[in-house]
């Protein structure tokens, strides 16, 4: 459960802030903007390391809890492969956010 309210916590971070703040120096280009989105990129990537090790901490605390019994395999897999998705979507949206200051780059010199 815990799994759930950091995965929203990252998509506030990567999402709204650094997408959002990406999106705004796309459209005028300042150092201020530039220097905040710096932070905000490493938030990301901090907050999509937590949630994934939170991820997979609690799939592994579910297999232990049915170890030797034959789904065992099945729950660890399964939970973690979910515990894998906050970085998928943290580093999706960096990569959407990094274009558009590639854009605003372009468009400030």
Partial sequence: MIGIYLMGFVILVAGVGGLGTAISYAVRPTERKLALIRPLSMASVFAAVCSSAAGFAAALKGA??????????EVMVAGLSEALIPLFVAFAFLAVAWLLVAAGLRRQV
């Avoid at 232990?64 to 395999?73: E, R, S, T």
């Fill in 64 to 73: 232990a809890g049915q170890w030797g019994h034959p789904k065992c395999m």
